[in-house]
């Protein structure tokens, strides 16, 4: 039965035109490189969690598929090798020619998080002294840094290689960024301050 046939039938003008719009939408989350490292930072990384929503979010209304980003968010280390991968296939998709290597860049991603997450807890495996602060502070920048370069393909997918859609700081962003940097300044005054003094 063809379209003429069956008068319950979308056209197909229609459908061409809904996948049409479904091929504009983004596929991954756009955010400027300079504005994720400031808010991962002064967050402690709690940036992170809402980063990796937000590709997933994404994601899940271009593409249809049935996912919970929640979760993937939440469980972060268990799903960057498939958000990379996707990153990555996008862009092969689009033919768009960046030079990275997903994979290892993941990997990477998993590794200073475990570390990071490790010394945050160190205390508790009777680790003592401001070392393992001073280490675990050092792994965030790091790891925004590794999420830049993910980030920088993610927008390159998607078109906005700079990210300049999203590369303003909003009101909400510049209260995170003073809260942030407040606690970071009491961690470094803790940090110049002797144990026997505290």
């Not at 979760?71 to 998709?93: G, P, W």
């Amino acid at each position: 039965m063809n379209e003429i046939d069956n008068p319950y039938a979308a056209p197909a003008t229609a459908q061409l035109e809904a996948s049409a719009a479904m091929e504009k939408l983004p596929y991954f989350y756009v955010v400027s490189p300079t504005k994720l490292f400031a808010l991962y930072v002064c967050t402690f990384g709690l940036y992170g969690i809402y980063w990796m929503y937000q590709h997933w979010a994404t994601f899940r209304r271009a593409t249809r598929q049935a996912m919970w980003p929640v979760a993937r968010a939440i469980f972060s280390l268990f799903f960057f090798h498939y958000l990379y991968a996707e990153i990555d296939q996008r862009l092969r998709r689009l033919k768009i020619s960046y030079v990275w290597d997903p994979s290892t860049l993941a990997t990477l991603t998993v590794i200073l998080t475990l570390v990071e997450s490790f010394l945050s807890r160190a205390h508790r495996f009777g680790a003592t002294g401001k070392i393992w602060t001073v280490l675990m502070m050092c792994c965030i920048p790091l790891i925004a840094f590794v999420k830049m370069k993910a980030q920088r393909a993610a927008n390159a997918a998607c078109e906005d290689p700079d990210g300049s859609s999203n590369a303003n700081f909003t009101l909400a962003n510049f209260v995170f960024l003073i809260l942030g940097g407040l606690l970071w300044l009491f961690a470094l005054i803790g940090m110049l301050v002797p144990e026997g003094a505290q």
